[in-house]
């Protein structure tokens, strides 16, 4: 059997409309982290593209059919991001299994949302995350998840991209969702890094009229007539939640 064949029947069976190629992708990145290679992985659409979709049954296949991948996971929120920690808390859910030790960037805030923080204190907390995924990382692959990035606190933001400059040979994957319309709402030098040449960037592209018929035909039990395809994908813009929801 050949790869394209393997992939078509991938694509036919895959439950997310067009986006069986994206997830093939993370498999391939997901399989270089397990040999010790940092990535860096940006999902990136505009609402509906499908993108938390995508990033939600890859977590379900790191936690149930991966085998040693340990997924730490965060949503970013509008009303939360005026909290600094918000999202750093969520990522650490758990005590670290080690602390950044010999820095000096004063007392140790509770693991939960606060009003801000001083520089020190983001590096301080970027020490300790790096050090715990360092240490997760001995014992399998670690994925580190943020739906929804441009919705994050500042300070996890920062945190969180200090880390991601900086581990390298290590067993970890950083997967972000971003809608690029809300791009401008990430502090520009987060921002550089994550539209920079250490980030892979995958792009959620609208449907196809030939996917749209697969969905139709897939969820539906409906021949689309190619015409009927065209129509909705110009209709929808190809979306692919506009697709399947129907309208209200």
Known sequence: MTAGSTQGEMAEDFPLAGRAGAFEQL??????????????????????????????????????????VRVLSAMGDDWE?????????????????RTAKDYDGGPALAPGPVAS?????????????????????THGSVVVAVDDVHKLDEASLRILTFVMRRLHEKRVLFLLTLNPVDAPRVPAGVLDFLTGHQVVRIPL????PQQVQDVARSLFG?????????????????IARSVVEPAP
């Open 27 to 68: 498999l391939e990145i997901l399989r270089s982290v397990r040999k010790g290679n940092v990535g860096t992985v940006v999902l990136s659409g505009p609402s509906g593209s499908g993108k938390t979709a995508l990033l939600e049954l890859f977590l379900d296949h790191c936690r149930t059919a991966a085998r040693g």
């Open 222 to 238: 409906l021949d689309l007539s190619a015409t009927a395809a065209h129509g909705l994908v110009t209709h929808t813009g190809g």
């Open 117 to 137: 923080l001083t520089p020190d204190q983001v590096v301080n907390y970027a020490s300790t995350l790096s050090t715990h995924l360092e240490g997760l990382q």
């Open 81 to 97: 991001a005026q909290f600094a920690l918000a999202g750093y808390s969520q990522l650490m859910r758990t005590l670290p299994l």
């Open 205 to 208: 592209e609208p449907l196809s």
